[in-house]
C-alpha cells in the first residue's frame, strides 16, 4: 500500500467536488497475511517485503496456529526465493504448500482481504507520511479483526475465492 489514497465513492453537495489532496510519494507499506476460517494474522513492513520477514510471519503463524498449516501461495518472487524456498523444505512437519495459478488473484482469499481494507477502511485516507500509512494500516486491520461479524466475513473472502 503506498501514500497514494484508494479512491472511493463519497458524497459532497452539489457543487463542491471533494479533493483529495496528498504529495506525489511512492514510499509504501507491504502486508502480509495468513487467514484461518476464523481469523487472520498480519504482519506489515516498510518498503518491499524481504525472505527473513516472510520466514519470521511464517514463525509467528505457526505460534499462533498449533497444528499443520497449508499456504495458499500466488506466484510472488519473494515466495519462490532459496530461502524461503529452504525454510518451507525444512518445516514440511507442519507447513505445506499449494501454488496458485499465475495471474489469478480472484482465488486468493487473502486478495479479498486486501481489497475490503482498502475499499472500506482506508478509502479516501491521504496520509502524511509513511509512519501515518504504516498506523492507520495497522489499526484498520485490528478494527477488521476485532468485529463481531469476523468469521462471516473471513468466509466470505474464501467463497469469493470459490474455495469452500
Known amino acids: 500500500m503506498s ?22 510519494n511512492w514510499k509504501s507499506v507491504s502486508a502480509i497475511a495468513g ?18 520477514q516472510v520466514i519470521g510471519f511464517l514463525r509467528a503463524l505457526h505460534r499462533q496456529v498449533p497444528g499443520k498449516i497449508l499456504l495458499l501461495w500466488d506466484g510472488a518472487p519473494i515466495h519462490r526465493s532459496r530461502l524461503v524456498t529452504a525454510f518451507v523444505q ?6 505445506h504448500v499449494e501454488r496458485l495459478p499465475a495471474y489469478a488473484p480472484e482465488i486468493n482469499p487473502v486478495e479479498y482481504l486486501w481489497a475490503y481494507w482498502k475499499k472500506n477502511e482506508l478509502a479516501n485516507f491521504c496520509p502524511k507520511d509513511v509512519w501515518q500509512l504504516s498506523h ?29
Open 90 to 95: 525444512e518445516q514440511h512437519a507442519w507447513l
Open 3 to 24: 501514500q497514494r489514497p484508494h479512491r472511493a465513492r463519497t458524497w459532497a453537495p452539489r457543487g463542491q467536488t471533494p479533493v483529495l489532496t496528498f504529495n506525489f
Open 35 to 52: 487467514l484461518t476460517r476464523r481469523n487472520f494474522y498480519f504482519q506489515l513492513h516498510a518498503g518491499a517485503i524481504k525472505s527473513a
Open 136 to 164: 492507520a494500516a495497522s489499526q484498520a486491520l485490528k478494527r477488521i479483526r476485532r468485529r463481531r461479524h469476523r468469521p462471516q466475513l473471513i468466509a466470505a473472502f474464501f467463497h469469493q475465492a470459490e474455495l469452500f
